[in-house]
């Protein structure tokens, strides 16, 4: 079974400052690595996912995320933020045929 | 496009009350899934359909939890007799079939406060 941890529970920064969360997944197969964003009462919306290919990717809004498979990261990434980024970011995985596995939430709170 | 509908957006009941939520995917999605999100954690799959069969329900309560997607499009959950640790965002979330790799859009969630 796979499992997430998100090294970070809150991360506080200023604005435009650039920002990484840390994500780390457990799999012993191929996995396929997602970043979701919650604003507050609202659903999930997805940033960026890495299915193949490339080890960079890039999301929404400027955010990139780069796969690194021989440290099982998949680290979220944002050169300059803003105060409208501040909201829960998840980072998830999934294998084929099994389901999609959440960590358990990094709050980004960006200040002026 | 529309996004995934749900409703009440929020519903407070008492403990050993009944609750349903509702959800309508995205069109043309065959696979829906609902979730349970605790606060300060991540969402869990309580749920999954691909058309109106269960895919995956190894994580639901099915002593107290149960849906149906009789159509292959609504889904309804339920929770009879609701406890306590019920209190939760419940989401609802449609995809269209892929090989795993699939992008899952997620409603705005329904959240329960069981007193």
């Known amino acids: 079974a796979q499992s997430v941890t998100q090294l970070d529970s809150q991360v506080p920064v200023f604005e435009e400052a650039p920002v990484e969360l840390r994500c780390n997944y457990s799999?012993?197969?191929?996995?396929?690595l997602f970043w979701y964003v919650q604003y507050p009462n609202q659903g999930l919306q997805l940033l960026l996912k890495y299915l193949s290919g490339s080890t960079l990717v890039k999301g929404i809004n400027g955010f990139e995320a780069e796969f690194n498979k021989s440290q099982t990261s998949f680290h979220l990434r944002k050169p300059s933020v803003h105060i409208s980024d501040t909201a829960e970011y998840f980072c998830a995985v999934k294998t084929s045929g099994s389901r999609l596995t959440f960590g358990e939430g990094t709050q980004l709170t960006v200040n002026p | 496009e529309a996004g995934v509908a749900q409703s009440p957006r929020y519903k407070i009941i008492e403990k050993r009350q009944s609750v349903a939520f509702w959800c309508n995917p995205i069109s043309g999605h065959a696979t829906l899934y609902w979730y349970q999100q605790i606060l300060g954690q991540g969402p869990k799959l309580l749920i999954q359909?691909?058309?109106?069969?269960?895919?995956?329900d190894s994580q639901l309560p099915k002593d107290r939890f149960s849906a149906e997607r009789l159509k292959g499009v609504d889904s309804t959950l339920k929770i009879q007799p609701a406890k306590l640790e019920d209190s939760a965002v419940y989401l609802c979330?449609?995809?269209?079939?892929?090989?795993?790799?699939?992008?899952?859009?997620f409603g705005p969630g329904t959240r329960l406060l069981v007193l």
């Open positions: 979330a449609s995809s269209s079939p892929g090989g795993g790799g699939e992008t899952q859009y």
């Open positions: 359909f691909q058309n109106n069969g269960v895919v995956d």
């Open positions: 799999s012993s197969v191929s996995v396929y």
